[in-house]
């Protein structure tokens, strides 16, 4: 079993940062990646940023150049650092882990998400 557990949302002003973090804990062979999606109200959740094993990264478009994705491999933590925020921005920031268990299957586990307002 693998326990995801987020932190760093809050009510931000349109041009403020946040940064949210990730930590994972649990067992598996590996990770395959980490990142971050959303659900703004009504909608379906959305990949906002995601970073491979490797380090590569993939943003969505609406985020790129101002959001930035990390890692931290020893602590097992990924953060996400947002810059001038909007108020299309809000929404609930969930978690997500892809990992390769021992018994060599892969499995994707969810936070239970944090919630960033960007509003005056």
């Known amino acids: 079993q693998v326990q995801l557990v987020e932190s760093g949302g809050d009510l931000v002003q349109p041009g403020g940062s946040l940064r949210l973090s990730c930590l994972a804990s649990?067992?598996?062979?590996?990770?395959?990646?980490m990142g971050w999606y959303r659900q703004r109200p009504g909608t379906q959740r959305d990949m906002v940023a995601v970073?491979?094993?490797?380090?590569?990264?993939a943003y969505s478009d609406s985020v790129k150049g101002r959001f930035t994705i990390s890692r931290d491999y020893a602590a097992n933590t990924v953060y996400l650092q947002m810059n001038n925020l909007k108020p299309e921005d809000t929404a609930v920031y969930y978690c997500?882990?892809?990992?390769?268990?021992?018994?060599?299957?892969?499995?994707?586990?969810w936070g239970n998400g944090t919630l960033v307002t960007v509003s005056s």
């Open positions: 997500h882990i892809s990992i390769r268990t021992h018994q060599r299957s892969d499995m994707d586990y």
């Open positions: 649990g067992r598996w062979n590996r990770i395959r990646s």
């Open positions: 970073m491979a094993s490797g380090g590569g990264t």
